[in-house]
């Protein structure tokens, strides 16, 4: 079965980085498009970026120049590098594996931007 698990999260000062990573089992992790996503406390879950199957990114604009996702298809794994941190980057982060109409969803990270 598809299963994606996230790690990385914690507590940052403004202005810190942090790296998320998401390793993918259970599937052909190479040929999917993965993204990030964040929900902060009473918000909607929000798209912050996405990576074809090849290479091709983008981000959400609040996080351009911020925040970069790369993919490891050896590793199974999709990262969220985050730098400059901000204090409404303070969410839960959870990656996505994009399989219309059967999306797969990680648990989810907490990321805490906090001095």
């Known amino acids: 079965q598809v299963q994606l698990m996230e790690s990385g999260g914690g507590l940052v000062q403004p202005g810190g980085s942090l790296t998320l990573s998401c390793v993918v089992s259970?599937?052909?992790?190479?040929?999917?498009?993965m993204g990030w996503y964040r929900q902060a406390p009473g918000a909607q879950r929000e798209l912050v970026a996405i990576?074809?199957?090849?290479?091709?990114?983008n981000c959400e604009d609040s996080v351009k120049g911020r925040f970069t996702i790369s993919r490891d298809n050896a590793k199974n794994t999709v990262y969220l590098q985050m730098n400059s941190l901000k204090r409404e980057d303070t969410a839960v982060y959870y990656c996505k594996l994009y399989n219309y109409p059967r999306d797969y969803w990680g648990q989810g990270t907490q990321v805490t931007v906090s001095s």
């Open positions: 990576i074809t199957s090849g290479g091709s990114t």
């Open positions: 259970g599937t052909m992790f190479r040929i999917y498009t």
